[in-house]
Nanobody, 121 residues
Framework: QVQLVESGGGLVQPGGSLRLSCAASGRIDSINVIGWYRQAPGRQRELVAE???????NYADSVKGRFTISGDTAKNTVDLQMNSLKPEDTAVYYC???????????????WGQGTQVTVSS
């Protein structure tokens, strides 16, 4: 019943910016952590940034100072502002959330379908 819907991906030139958004829908009790992972061809999926339900954040070293994650708990959304983009940022970006539905007490992982980010001239 819960789904994560991503938006904002696209093609951008090096040095440009993109803003990714993820909205969690369904009957959600609480979100423990929500954030973004990415996977480039031939590489393992890696954490980009995440934010916890209490507001703490965690960033990959490669994006610190360039990316900013923010969440709106009232709307169950999370955004990733990506500035100073580099070609090595090219990947499929996936929204991820660890949350608890109203109908269960279990913590469960959910993934979005992914959105392509391409940084190229």
């Amino acid at each position: 019943q819960v789904q994560l819907v991503e938006s904002g991906g696209g093609l951008v030139q090096p040095g440009g910016s993109l803003r990714l958004s993820c909205a969690a829908s369904g009957r959600i009790d609480s979100i423990n952590v929500i954030g973004w992972y990415r996977q480039a061809p031939g590489r393992q999926r890696e954490l980009v940034a995440e934010i916890t339900g209490v507001g703490s954040t965690n960033y990959a070293d490669s994006v610190k100072g360039r990316f900013t994650i923010s969440g709106d708990t009232a709307k169950n959304t999370v955004d990733l502002q990506m500035n100073s983009l580099k070609p090595e940022d090219t990947a499929v970006y996936y929204c991820h959330a660890e949350l608890r539905r109203l109908v269960t007490s279990r913590w469960t992982d959910y993934w979005g379908q992914g959105t392509q980010v391409t940084v190229s001239s």
